[in-house]
């Protein structure tokens, strides 16, 4: 099995950074995406950013240009790193990994709340 663990969340004033970091663990073989959700209270799960193994990026249309994912492949790890926070930011933070020969494929952190408020 896998498991994801997440950190680096918290309370941030608005124009703040935090760094999300999630670290995979297991019976790793490889890892397609790995990237992260987030869910604010009320609204459904989205997508906020994913990269692949080599290192391609997409990116939620809300966080151009202040997030950036990255990965460490070595560490099995990825990073978000969060720069002028908004309000509109605070949700909990789901990692998730995709990793072949598992079925499902797909395995996610625990969450971690991020709360952007003055």
């Known amino acids: 099995q896998v498991q994801l663990v997440e950190s680096g969340g918290g309370l941030v004033q608005p124009g703040g950074s935090l760094r999300l970091s999630c670290a995979a663990s297991g019976s790793i073989f490889s890892i397609n995406y790995m990237g992260w959700y987030r869910q604010a209270p009320g609204k459904q799960r989205e997508l906020v950013a994913r990269?692949?193994?080599?290192?391609?990026?997409n990116y939620a249309d809300s966080v151009k240009g202040r997030f950036t994912i990255s990965r460490d492949n070595a560490k099995n790890t990825v990073y978000l790193q969060m720069n002028s926070l908004k309000p509109e930011d605070t949700a909990v933070y789901y990692c998730?990994?995709?990793?072949?020969?598992?079925?499902?494929?797909?395995?996610w952190g625990q969450g971690t709340q991020v709360t952007v408020s003055s």
């Open positions: 990269i692949t193994s080599s290192g391609s990026t």
């Open positions: 998730y990994g995709d990793f072949p020969g598992y079925v499902p494929a797909r395995f």
